[in-house]
């Protein structure tokens, strides 16, 4: 996968296109992506006493597909793809496809 956790992603589609957040989470699995206050679901809960929770509506993060979202550049502040190169050395670098900058 190109997408890692902490990187900053700009969703493509859906009802928060254009909208930029950090990714929490990613789910191999499923091939979906938990973003940090985007994709936001409404939740019915009913109150617990026996963990002291309060019943009501909760607003939760739910996953996005993988392929709705893209990595944002930190030096040219574009979505973007990512390339991979090998150093001198022989360490893998993810690279800015736009801006030939290293992550």
Partial sequence: MKIRNNDKVMIISG?????????LKILKSKNKVLVEGLNKVKKHVKPNPYKNEQGGIKDNESPIDISNVKVVCDACTLPTKIGYRYTEDGKKMRYCKKCDENF
Wanted: charge should be positive; hydrophobic fraction near 20%.
């Fill in 15 to 23: 009802k928060d296109k254009t909208k930029v957040g950090k990714v």
